[in-house]
């Protein structure tokens, strides 16, 4: 039965669950150390407050340690920053054991809680500046959107510099010893979580870094894994240099990126690439590359996608159906931030050829910009049928350099 709590501040207690069997998170992470959902207390001179709590499987852990703090009668305000299960879990339940208790969730959280807890109860809201007073505590809520969802939130303990960063700066990492300066090598977990949660949203961490900046930060508490007291300054920084850095062929040249990728079992839609290479290579200040999907890995794909201004992706239509590497590659946009970006697709084809349409229509739920049909060419691409892949690869580098006005296709 687990009874440790953990001081974080001196008004400030660690109330979460750990969860070492955990090898999956939200489909999408693998979790090789576990993690741990954080939940925390603040006691002030009027009454306590509870930051989030924990997955419903986990509840019992959490009220043992919740009990060993408080009574409920004292809890003055529930703080929600983020909806997501693995906190909400023991929400209801926590809400019935103190129905005096004020929630308080973000503005943009307001639609998501009747998908949560599915009766109507009383909450407050909060947005960037709002504070509630414990007595002698103070905390101030700040809006940080999409970090990880719409509806996340942030806060401070103004009296003990402690930042409750919701999600942001979490690692799936299970460790009891809980502390950046105890637990052991995190590194990787803070980097990986960083990548799958934080990078399709690198705009809003630099919103909320901007936020956070006008606080003197001593200690971070957020959602998953280690408590991070040491050096706060180093993970702020981090994340500050990973959501802002150039890729280094458009820091180094300043030119816009265009990528070509395909495959192609008999060479033809290799053939097309080659020609729509070379058409997007003859705009100037564009860097046009190709790249076999057949060879390239997952954060490879990533990386280039991030990179690229412009994406042209060509497949042959096997089975009705464009190829597996092709859907994968445009299913690591999942990890990128959407919009913006230019796609076209191409491939040879035998009889009905659905695939760039496929892609192209895809892309289109993507939030691609789409300037030219995609095209298709009956097996083995003719001399003419080559010029007009250049053509359309030219075509796609132009508006890539907004050199040309799109037409709605
Ligand atoms: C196993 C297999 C299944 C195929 N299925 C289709 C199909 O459903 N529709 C179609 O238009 N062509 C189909 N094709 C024909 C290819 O799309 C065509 O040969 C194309 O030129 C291959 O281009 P590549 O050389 O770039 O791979 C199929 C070919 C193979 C080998
Ligand atoms: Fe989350
Ligand atoms: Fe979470």
Redesign the pocket.
């Known amino acids: 039965m687990p009874t440790l709590t953990a001081k974080v501040s001196q008004s400030v207690d660690f109330i979460g669950a750990f969860d070492p069997k955990i090898r999956t998170f939200d489909i999408i992470m693998k979790t090789a150390n576990g993690s741990s959902y954080n939940s925390y207390i603040v006691r002030g001179s009027a009454g306590v407050a509870i930051m989030d709590t924990v997955k419903k499987e986990f509840s019992e852990d959490f009220f043992l340690r919740l009990e060993s703090l408080c009574d409920y009668e004292e809890i003055l305000y529930i703080v929600l920053h983020h909806l997501e299960p693995d906190h909400s879990g023991a929400l209801e339940e926590l809400m019935s054991r103190a129905p005096q208790a004020k929630l308080i969730i973000s503005n943009r959280a307001v639609l998501m809680l009747k998908g949560i807890i599915k009766s109507d109860v009383a909450f407050e809201t909060a947005n960037t500046g709002k504070t509630i007073s414990l007595g002698d505590k103070t905390i101030e809520f700040l809006s940080t959107p999409f970090l990880h969802w719409p509806d996340t939130m942030s806060s401070y303990l103004h009296e003990e510099k402690v930042l409750f960063s919701g999600d942001v700066f979490g690692s799936h990492y299970y460790d009891e010893r809980l502390f950046d300066d105890k637990v052991g090598d995190f590194s990787y977990a803070f980097k990986y979580y960083y990548d799958h949660i934080m990078r399709p949203f690198k705009q809003y961490v630099l919103q909320a870094l901007n936020l956070y900046s006008r606080f003197d930060i001593q200690t971070i508490a957020p959602l998953h894994g280690p408590i991070l007291r040491t050096n706060p300054q180093y993970y702020i920084e981090k994340y500050e240099e990973w959501s802002s850095e150039e890729k280094f062929r458009k820091h180094t040249f300043g030119k816009k990126m265009l990528s070509v990728f395909y495959m192609?079992?008999?060479?033809?839609?290799?053939k097309m690439a080659m020609k729509i290479m070379e058409g997007a290579d003859s705009i100037e200040g564009v860097v046009a590359s190709m790249y076999d999907l057949a060879s390239l890995e997952e954060n490879n794909m990533i990386d280039l996608l991030e990179e690229s201004d412009a994406i042209i992706i060509g497949s042959?239509?096997?089975?009705?159906d464009a190829v597996k590497p092709a859907w994968d590659l445009l299913s690591c946009m999942a990890y990128l931030e959407s919009g913006g970006k230019i796609g076209a697709a191409f491939g040879?084809?035998?009889?009905?050829?659905e695939a760039p349409e496929m892609l192209h229509d895809r892309m289109q739920w993507l939030k691609f910009r789409l300037p030219a049909k995609p095209i298709k060419i009956k097996?083995i691409p003719t001399a003419e049928e080559l010029e007009e892949c250049f053509d359309f690869g030219a075509h796609v580098a132009e508006i890539a350099m907004g050199k040309m006005v799109e037409m709605e296709i």
Not at 264 to 270: G, I, L
């Open positions: 192609s079992s008999y060479d033809n839609t290799h042959p239509t096997i089975n009705g040879s084809y035998g009889w009905t050829g097996l």
